[in-house]
């Protein structure tokens, strides 16, 4: 892959967009070339500084009052928690019937045409922040890509340890959370070691099982969340399922069948419970 083309996948490469053998191209190109591993690097600092650093507004009470209480009349469901990382189209339906409602009655009061210009778009501007797609929309697919890239490189772990009591204190320190770490291999599922890897710009946990051959990472970091019921879902060739539980975040993903992921997930869930 020549670097001038590899560079214009940098920003989609960093939000989780690219397809599995994209990003394996990639990152076999980024070891390859330092050039382009300090250009990358470069990016991800300046998202970094960009995040930190910028500016944010908050809307007024007002405008605020009146979005929400258009929103509670549509009756929809609860925003999806940390965990549930899809937008179902019923969202849409409720913020745009949310819209057209507040619309509707702010233009039956005696307002100037700019004023009224303005209501619509700070409300549109609102309505469109909660139904687009959110960085949620974007998780399995960074986590797809975490996992291919613990593939194909020559470690898939930084320690490699079944035992929880070796496990747990080289995360500590590494790590503002304890990750679980428990041996399944009566159950069928193998723990071999753990590592470090950065979602969502954070660090987090990677425990590494393996069941028949097959490598399976499974991802978890605190989101401060209620429980939430495992949910399954496929992307590229893997399945991923997905839970939390005790304000943690647990995602598990590999090539097996999404029922052997949902028993390992449920031998952890046992575990913690």
Known sequence: MKCALLRQQFHPYMDGELDAPTVAKVDNHLRACA????????????????????????????????IEGSVRLTKRPAQPSAANWLLFPA?????????????????????????FACT???????????AAPNEQDHL???IVSSHVRSL?????????SADEVTLKPWFDGKLDFSPPATDLHAKGFTLVGGRLDYLKDRRVAALVYTRD???INLYAWP??????????L???????????????????????SKAELAHLAAFIQAGRG
């Open 140 to 142: 399995p697919q960074e």
């Open 91 to 115: 969202g849409w339906v409720g913020a745009a019937s949310a819209a057209a409602r507040f619309v509707l009655d702010t233009s039956r009061r005696s307002v100037s045409a700019p004023v």
């Open 120 to 130: 619509v778009m700070l409300l549109g501007a609102a309505t469109f922040y909660r």
């Open 35 to 66: 050039a382009c591993s300090r250009v990358y690097r470069d990016g991800i600092d300046m998202r970094r500084a960009i995040k930190r650093h910028a500016t944010y507004y908050t809307a007024g009470a007002r405008l605020r009052e009146q």
């Open 234 to 256: 496929s992307r590229h060739g893997y399945n991923l399922v997905n839970w939390t539980q005790s304000g943690m975040f647990f995602c598990a993903v590999s090539d097996i």
């Open 213 to 215: 051959g097959h490598v």
């Open 152 to 160: 194909i490189s020559t470690r898939t772990t930084d320690i490699a």
């Open 223 to 232: 989101v401060g969340a209620h429980d939430a019921a495992t949910q399954t």
